[in-house]
């Protein structure tokens, strides 16, 4: 197709010469003299759900040991929609104490990852998973990613409907290789080879990665436009219509180089039906294979094959190999991002108690026991895990029966008062994790940001500011990872202890922000957050967000 | 000085002396000047050492004869670190050049039983620890400590090695030497001493022993010196003055041991891979200042300590043993002190501490009671090829309980906190037993933990010389992430080929323990392979219970992959072992 075949990025190389993903992982594993994967498997082992990381801080004491760096894995799960069964947390439970830091990490993207297994423990780590009903397929790598489904099912009694829209995705997107299972679960290879033909992935699976978010109106705690594919459900009368369909989202950039830059999905039309819906996702995944740049990786997500394109023409061969056209958009509106914490009702008298975890990080700490108290409730077998992609737990599906002795655990642990308690912005703030194990880090993220947020407190006190869910966004890196392009105060890690400002972001996640200064140290950010938030206070309309004021003052043109 | 006539005589003997000759004067005189303590004993010393010689030794004016007067001799070694069975090798072939049929036998293949048969029997015996002789001739030592058996017919000498360093310095080799005399032998070379430098005082005794067997040899002329025993005074060791340029712990944070990597530059340096330095800890300030605050002494003044002159601090802080005080000395602290004193290892400050001295004086003369400092052995990591001017050690910092109480290893601490550019005193302790096989040889290393140190070196060496021998290593620890000593170097050598394989054994990362003979016994295959090969096997690191387990597993590889019996696998490592194939370096 489009693809010089001379050009192919390294990585593109790998995956070609992978025989279905395996590569030499099996050697590597064997390997006794290091903690680390061959250079190759590195890549690889990301389409097994893991990335291979190492102690950042520790590096330099470590060679000084003679000893190499300190390698350990992070395992990501595939978790569709996110929900997770009490049997399921309680093993996740276990899994984290034997065989990773112990923290279990509620990421961005509804799903749970463990940091620091060391190269011994993966496979234990998998076949226990696996014991539990759960796999990492998929969860890294040039595929489609782990579907993220609106969370709170109080919002429609259809949420159950639209759920089942993230299994159905994830499978579609799944590749056919059996490669995790020979490798991480000891089973035999298949001898008939045909059964790993694979008509989506083919041998070369997809340029980048892909991400599908699924949003509930009027909530978008998915931030469905920053999604290479987002699905908005309309509803009408309490009906499941169909969806509006959008795609091209995508925040990562680099420093410097002026090609890339973050992108907000842009709206297709509307489709009704499971079947062409799923027909439609499918589709816009066979165009980016066929069409995505493959010689340069930072310029390879869909975002930039449909401006490449440009949009009329993407839409027309999606049509065209939809076999249908879409209908126009539906009208829909979004009225928040945050989650809704503490206790709610559905429609069907069940009861949820959505749980404040800070960067979505679940450990005892001096603070708060939550990974004990999340613990006691998934004994209770009374509740079951939603994830958030706002980093936090819904603890859900409760019968009124149980509500009293959840909420008895929930209030003995202090979880209650925890969340209850947290200010506005902390509750709505997001940080990726940042150092010390990702390898793009170049600035603190999650380590860093409660203690910023401590120190931001009193100046928002001081503006009166200290109800309003002001939207603030830590990342380490111009990847995005914490969605810092969507927030109304986002910090982009540019150096260590230095980030780059950006204002101007809504609410709800329609619009990106732009950069408002670069290279800040924190004596400067909380400068300039001081005299910005004291201008905000005074001058503010009335319910006018912080973003919205910076824009309409233009403190940065959009 | 001497007398024109008498500088005559000399000068015409001197002149017309064979070389042999000349150096068996040179031993000669140097036994009559050790036991001439002043000059009027020089008369009688002299005769009764004219006695010991045999009465026409300078006789054969002419060159060596043509038939030596004894033809068939037995030399034993006992021996720990395979220096005396070198020595026993190199006297053997000198004897084997002059025509005498020479038997080599270690004293623990040795059958007691023909000992009462034996005519011409010379020993070469190492010391160890606390005057103790190697574990290999405790059986022979324990034999000769008997009564009730006479060795009418034995004439005998004794070669000891032993390091000067030590309080009992060849004390073995001495015990020998009188007790072979009790027992009605005939002593016909005087015992002979060594320290660390072993070489050239052995080739001295050995001229000594040719001369003797080869000039007559014949029990009338050769006479044991009644009550004393002629030794010679060992040429010094050298003294290297080094200072450290790295000091490290390779353990990671979180690991239960510390091990500590320190290379040491000096000037001159000469050692081969295989080799150990010894070191000397000093006792930690505190103590010392606590000896001296609780006796009083004056710690600026000097005082004399087997013939050297100290301060008090200097002795007590360099030179002097005040951690563990054995027995003997405490017997004589309790005399001096006139104190009944319960026999036991205790340090020098609990013993001021309960049993004071009277004064300073007093404590001065506790002084002289006082043992030196015992050097410390650490095998060698590093190699001149590789690493030149430099010496490194792999230093593990030993704990361990006294009475429930931790105590930390006063060597290995010492060690331990030593800062860069701090200097530091060493000898090299040579092992010609634990030696890199010709550069085409495979070897096969087995080194856990701190046993690794000397198999970096050899890796060192063989990667610095472009060896063309296979190599495989295999190292072990508790932890891969924290303990796998010198990782980073082992991958290194992985990649450029200089190791062919390693296998590592890390015990508690996981739930059954797996040590390195585990993964030999997986490789068991190969290993065979490359013992048929012709391969050297290398085991360094705890004698108890890995060089045990690490010896038997290698037995049931030969005895499953050679299809032998249990006996016929015994037999083909013993023939390693003669062979020279099969070394270990254990403590």
Excluded at chain 1, 64 to 72: D, F, M, P, Q
Excluded at chain 1, 323 to 334: I, Q, R
Excluded at chain 1, 471 to 491: H, W
Excluded at chain 2, 514 to 519: E, G, L, T, W
Aim: one cysteine or more; proline letters at 4%.
């Amino acid at each position: 197709m489009s693809n010089n075949q001379n050009n192919l990025s390294a990585v593109e190389k790998i995956k070609l010469a992978s025989d279905g993903l395996r590569g030499t992982l099996k050697e590597s594993l064997h390997d006794e003299l290091t903690g680390a994967l061959r250079e190759d498997d590195q890549s690889l082992v990301k389409f097994h759900g893991m990335y291979q990381q190492d102690d950042r801080d520790r590096r330099e004491e470590r060679s000084a040991k003679k000893l190499e760096w300190l390698y350990s894995y992070m395992i990501r799960l595939r978790l569709p929609g996110g929900f997770m069964t009490p049997e399921q947390w309680v093993g996740l439970h276990n899994i984290a104490g034997e065989h990773a830091t112990g923290v279990i990490k509620i990421t961005t993207r509804q799903t749970v990852q463990l940091h620091g297994i060391l190269k011994s423990h993966v496979k234990p780590t998998i076949k226990d998973f696996n014991t539990l009903h759960l796999d990492s397929i998929a969860a890294c790598g040039d595929v489609n990613r782990n579907v993220i489904c609106g969370a709170h099912p109080k919002f429609s009694a259809i949420h159950e409907e639209v759920f089942s829209y993230a299994s159905k995705i994830s499978e579609l997107g799944l590749p056919k290789t059996r490669a995790y299972y020979e490798i991480w679960l000891d089973e035999k290879p298949l001898l008939d080879k045909k059964e790993e033909e694979d008509p989506l992935y083919q041998d070369r699976y997809l340029p980048r990665k892909f991400k599908v978010a699924i949003a509930i109106p009027p909530n978008n705690d998915v931030d469905v436009f920053a999604n290479d594919v987002g699905l908005i459900a309309i509803i009408e009368n309490n009906k499941l219509k169909g969806y509006n369909i959008a795609a091209g989202g995508g925040l990562g950039t680099t420093h410097g180089n002026a090609q890339t830059y973050p992108r907000l999905a842009t709206m297709l039309g509307f489709i009704a039906g499971e079947e062409k819906t799923l027909k439609a996702v499918l589709e816009i995944i066979t165009i980016q294979r066929d069409f995505g740049n493959r010689s340069d990786r930072k310029l390879s997500r869909l975002k930039y094959t449909i401006d490449k394109m440009g949009i009329e023409a993407f839409k027309a061969e999606l049509e065209k190999r939809c076999g249908f056209a879409l209908e126009a958009p539906k009208p829909y509106t979004f009225t928040r991002r945050q989650d809704d914490y503490g206790w709610s009702k559905n429609h069907e008298g069940k009861w949820y108690f959505t749980v404040f975890v800070e960067n979505g990080r679940v450990l005892d700490d001096e603070k708060i026991a939550l990974k004990t108290a999340l613990l006691e409730v998934a004994k209770s077998g009374k509740a079951n895990f939603r994830f958030t992609c706002n980093q936090n737990v819904i603890v859900s599906d409760i019968a009124p029966k149980d509500k009293k002795a959840v909420e008895k655990i929930l209030q003995d642990f202090g979880v209650i008062a925890h969340t209850e308690n947290a200010g506005a912005v902390r509750r709505s703030a997001i940080a990726c994790v940042s150092f010390n194990t990702c390898p793009l880090a170049l600035a603190e993220a999650q380590r860093y940001l409660p203690t910023f947020i401590t120190k931001l407190e009193p100046i928002l006190a001081k503006h009166g500011l200290q109800e309003d869910e002001i939207s603030l966004r830590m990342t380490g890196c111009p990847n995005g990872c914490g969605r810092s392009y969507v927030a109304e105060i986002g910090f982009v890690g540019t150096a260590y202890g230095r980030y780059n400002l950006h204002l101007g972001g809504d609410r709800e996640g329609y619009r990106l922000n732009k950069k408002y200064k670069d290279n800040l140290d924190e004596t400067a950010i909380l400068q300039e957050l001081d005299s910005l938030l004291e201008k905000y206070s005074k001058n503010r309309k009335s319910g006018e967000n912080f973003g919205d004021y910076v824009v309409r003052e233009k403190l940065v043109t959009l | 000085m001497l007398a024109e006539h008498k500088l005559k005589i000399l000068q015409d003997l001197v002149r017309s002396s064979t070389k042999e000759e000349l150096v068996w004067m040179n031993g000669f005189l140097a036994g009559v000047l050790m036991n001439c303590h002043d000059q009027s004993t020089l008369a009688s010393q002299t005769s009764q050492a004219s006695a010991a010689a045999p009465a026409t030794a300078p006789a054969p004016v002419a060159a060596t004869p043509d038939k030596p007067a004894v033809s068939k001799i037995t030399i034993t070694y006992g021996t720990e670190s395979g220096n005396s069975k070198k020595l026993a090798s190199d006297l053997a072939a000198k004897a084997k050049k002059s025509g005498i049929n020479a038997k080599v036998v270690s004293l623990d293949q040795y059958r007691l039983n023909d000992l009462s048969k034996e005519e011409y029997f010379f020993t070469i015996i190492s010391t160890q620890g606390e005057g103790e002789p190697p574990a290999t001739a405790k059986k022979f030592f324990d034999h000769i400590h008997q009564n009730g058996f006479k060795l009418n017919q034995l004439k005998f000498g004794v070669l000891a090695l032993g390091d000067t360093s030590y309080p009992l310095f060849c004390k073995a080799g001495e015990d020998v030497d009188q007790q072979l005399q009790k027992l009605g032998g005939q002593r016909i070379v005087s015992l002979q001493k060594c320290d660390t430098d072993y070489q050239g005082d052995a080739e001295g005794w050995f001229s000594q022993v040719l001369t003797t067997l080869s000039s007559n040899g014949s029990s009338s002329s050769v006479a044991p010196i009644a009550g004393a025993v002629v030794t010679k005074k060992p040429a010094g060791k050298k003294i290297y003055a080094g200072s450290i340029i790295t000091n490290v712990n390779l353990n990671d944070r979180d690991s239960n041991k510390q091990t500590h990597h320190i290379e040491i530059v000096a000037d001159e340096l000469e050692y081969q891979p295989g080799d150990s330095i010894g070191i000397v800890p000093e006792n930690a300030p505190a103590i010392v200042d606590s000896i001296i605050a609780v006796t009083g002494i004056d710690k600026t003044k000097t005082v004399s300590f087997r013939n050297e002159s100290h301060t008090v601090y200097d002795l007590l802080k360099k030179k002097l043993n005040i951690a563990y005080l054995p027995e003997r000395v405490v017997k004589q602290y309790a005399s001096i002190v006139k104190q009944d004193i319960p026999e036991t290892k205790i340090s020098l400050l609990d013993l001021l501490k309960i049993y004071p001295v009277s004064n300073a004086a007093q404590f001065q003369e506790v002084i002289g009671i006082l043992e030196p400092i015992t050097p410390r052995l650490y095998s060698i990591s590093s190699s001149l090829q590789a690493h030149s001017g430099e010496v490194h050690v792999t230093v593990a910092r030993d704990n361990f309980k006294v009475n429930g109480e931790v105590k930390q290893g006063l060597c290995s601490n010492f060690l331990a906190e030593l800062p860069v550019d701090k200097q530091l005193e060493f000898y090299v302790h040579k092992n010609s037993q634990f030696r890199l096989p010709a550069e085409d040889k495979d070897v096969i290393m087995i080194g856990p933990g701190t046993g690794v140190a000397p198999f970096r070196s050899f890796l060192a060496e063989r990667d610095a010389t472009g060896a063309t021998g296979r190599n495989w290593l295999f190292f072990g620890d508790q932890h891969f992430t924290s303990d796998f000593l010198y990782q980073t170097e082992i991958q290194n050598w992985v990649q450029t080929g200089v190791l062919t394989k390693v296998n590592t054994a890390f015990s508690r990362d996981q739930k059954s323990k797996i040590y390195v003979q585990h993964k030999m016994l997986e490789n068991s295959a190969a290993f065979y392979e490359w013992l048929q090969n012709g391969a050297y096997v290398y085991i360094c690191g705890a004698k108890e219970p890995m060089s045990v387990d690490v010896e038997y597993t290698i037995l049931q590889i030969i005895e499953r992959f050679g299809s032998k019996t249990s006996a016929q696998a015994i037999e083909y490592l013993n023939s390693l072992k003669e062979e020279g194939r099969f070394l270990k370096d254990v403590y």
